[in-house]
């Protein structure tokens, strides 16, 4: 009969035979560059996880990484990447269904609220309290608190982990040709039309572009000109987008669109705003830093030595630069919870996180990642630090607040309602006031619809 | 045969089986018609030949079609799903929609949308079969090439007119340019979005009316063609008198299946307009997957789709009765 003798592991009582299996494991781990997660070597054997993330720079760096993971603990790993809309839409609906397609999930921004609070996410406290299913090394304070702080639901469980913190910025994709007009970079929102009209249609670019999900590339637009989505979110969802700013800033940024954009700018996604601008078609842009970070890569940007960073305009009524939370979480359906907090723990470990930014990877969550030197290197390109454009939109966005509009559980439905009414000011369809008041009475509409108290 | 006499023989025994036990089944009563058993076993093994067939088609068409109507009845919506599965007010989603303009408005882009679409293919289908009909290979060899797009994945056809209609990158927005034609953005204008995507979905389902017309070309009858011609008539009277009238059913077939297909536009809006600018390209069927998808307001959107689907129906019917009508006069 054989004797099992316990050993101390971060307090736990371990079994020493598994002690020391997990050491070694680790030390295998190690050698092959992976962090050191699993409990034991292919203790994932015969297991498949079905994990879905938009496509993304971080997705495409973890894209090829994974068949570490899948090397150390045995796991198959089905990787879904489509694009965002998609993405978004195909989660929405599997979440809702509490279906069990998938073990690993994006929890987008947008919908974080509505998945979370609607019960469809699995609380992540105790994986992370469990010192058998989380090391201590995985140190999630290291995390900003004001990443984590939008993957926590109104019980205060925290149901997801931040991978991504996008900051809307400007950048200028012809620095050279601004100066030589006589511009600096534009700092407010007057300076942007202006910069944006006197270089429109010269050297062959559009004057600024930006894509055509306005619910995020317009909001820091109607807030810097003193308006809001909501009276005062979370607590008054009463939404204010006929008040005379909001009107006054949609009529400001239709025309920035209408006169300065590219022909067709109201059907540009996301990925055609951005090649526009890295192909120096565009001039001025206002977008996520996860975009615009992408001009200074000289590999695929044409503008990789002559463009320039900056933060988003200042309005009237200040600056407020959009902030969007993306992190991993648990679809409540999964049937293969702990493998796949295994994966989630690999996929937003140190180690990982780390290298994603010595390769290049923009959005880092982790403070540690934030401060080292090698993200700050990476982000600096023709004299501008984009991380400190990042850090410093972050810390704007934590003290005003602005952002909360965004995690409301019934934005989605007004968030349509500005793509729409910006489109139709765009396109002469509508008057700036008229659109805005069309949008407000929808909104009101659908946000009592979707039974929330106005 | 008079009555007596037939009265007579209904009394008598008509076959030898009912004279003797069936020898293939010899419990069956000797009193049995003969052709009973017969008739009984051609129903059962048609029955149990039709049965899985049935059980398919129940659980893949039927099933799911109740079940939309039944969530069209609910005010389901995903975010609060035990708080609203419910039939408190069954018609209360149907009284919305009444109500709901922009779902008004979409009913109407549908029928721009479908009407323009369908006329457009069928006229370019039907000219350019009377153009391909010559049997020879060069003829046959250009046809092929028209069925490409046809063949083309939908979401495939939304990227090509996706890039030909972005006039930064379009190949056609640059030779317009170059011949000093220069023309905006079709998509992001509201006056032309909608008639660009009608452009894309003609391009891409031209050819099967092509198709269909070419193959019933091949039908005609030679003697009234030939009689006519000795007559003296020209082509556009032969087109008109006795081509025209032979393919007019085919005609109104390939009008019922792209009028179908034409409500399932989805991915070529989805890519070029996403519904806009506004609302002008929103069809039927997009304003509901906005509903269902985006919103998660199930029973709203599976009340879109019972609408769309009732619409559907009368149409295909309206459709069915104008073909019929034509048939009957072309065979009076």
Known sequence: MTRTTYLYENGVLVPRRKLLTSALAAGAGALLGFPAIATSNKSLKGVTLNTSLYSSPYSKLLRPWIAEFEEATGAKVNFDTPGFPVYNQRADLELSTKGSAFDAVNVTFIYSSRWINSGWLTPLDEYIADANKTPANYDVKDFLEGTLAPERGTDGKLYGIPWQAEVTIAAASRFDALKQAGFAFPQTTQELEQVSKALNRKEGAAGFVTDNHYGWTFVPFLHAFGGDVFRKAPNDLYPTLDTPEAIAAADYFARLLRDCGPDGVVSYNPDQALQSIKSGRSHLSVQGQINLSQLADKSSSKVANTAAWGLVPKGPAGRFPGTAIHGWGIPVGSKNKDAAWQFIRWATSKEILQRAVAAGYASPTRRSDIDSASYRDRQRANGFDIAALTIDSIALSAKQGHMKYRTVAAYPQVDQQLNKAIELIVTNQRTPEQAMKQAQAASIAELRRAGVTI | ?332
């Not at chain 2, 919506?77 to 929609?97: D, I």
């Not at chain 2, 495939?156 to 379009?170: C, D």
């Not at chain 2, 998509?187 to 891409?204: E, F, G, R, Y």
């Not at chain 2, 009234?224 to 082509?235: E, Y």
């Open chain 2, 1 to 332: 045969m008079p009555p007596a006499a037939l009265a007579a023989a209904a009394t008598l025994p008509t076959s030898l089986h009912e004279q003797s036990p069936n020898p293939i089944h010899p419990r069956k009563s000797a009193a049995q018609p003969t052709t009973q058993p017969w008739q009984k076993e051609s129903a059962r093994s048609y029955g149990l030949g039709l049965a899985p067939a049935l059980v398919v088609l129940g659980s893949i068409t039927l099933l799911p079609l109740l079940t939309l109507i039944t969530v069209s009845l609910t005010p389901l919506s995903l975010t609060n799903p035990e708080g609203t599965f419910h039939f408190n007010q069954p018609l209360g989603n149907y009284a919305q929609l009444l109500e709901d303009e922009r779902f008004l408005h979409s009913l109407w882009v549908q029928f721009k949308l479908s009407t323009v679409g369908v006329l457009l293919q069928l006229l370019i289908g039907l000219g350019l079969a009377l153009l391909l009909d010559t049997g020879s290979r060069v003829a046959s060899g250009v046809r092929t090439l028209f069925l490409i797009p046809m063949v083309l994945p939908p979401i495939v056809v939304a990227l090509i007119w996706k890039i030909l209609y972005t006039p930064e990158i379009s190949p056609m927005h640059a030779l317009l340019e170059h011949w000093g034609l220069p023309v905006r953005s079709l998509i992001a204008n509201p006056d032309t979005a909608l008639w660009a995507i009608v452009a894309a979905d003609v391009w891409q389902w031209f050819p099967f009316t092509m198709l269909m017309v070419l193959a019933n070309l091949q039908m005609v009858p030679r003697d009234p063609l030939n009689a006519a011609r000795i007559d003296g008539a020209n082509r556009w009277q032969v087109f008109r008198y006795i081509v025209f009238p032979f393919l007019k059913r085919t005609l109104v077939v390939c009008a019922l299946f792209r009028l179908i297909d034409s409500f399932k536009a989805f991915p070529l809006l989805y890519v070029l307009t996403n519904g806009g600018p506004g609302t002008v390209t929103e069809v039927t069927n997009f304003y509901g997957f906005i509903q269902a998808f985006n919103f998660s307001y199930w029973g709203y959107g599976s009340a879109i789709a019972v609408v769309m689907l009732a619409g559907i129906f009368v149409l295909c019917a309206v459709v069915s009765h104008l073909g019929r009508n034509a048939g009957a006069r072309h065979a009076r």
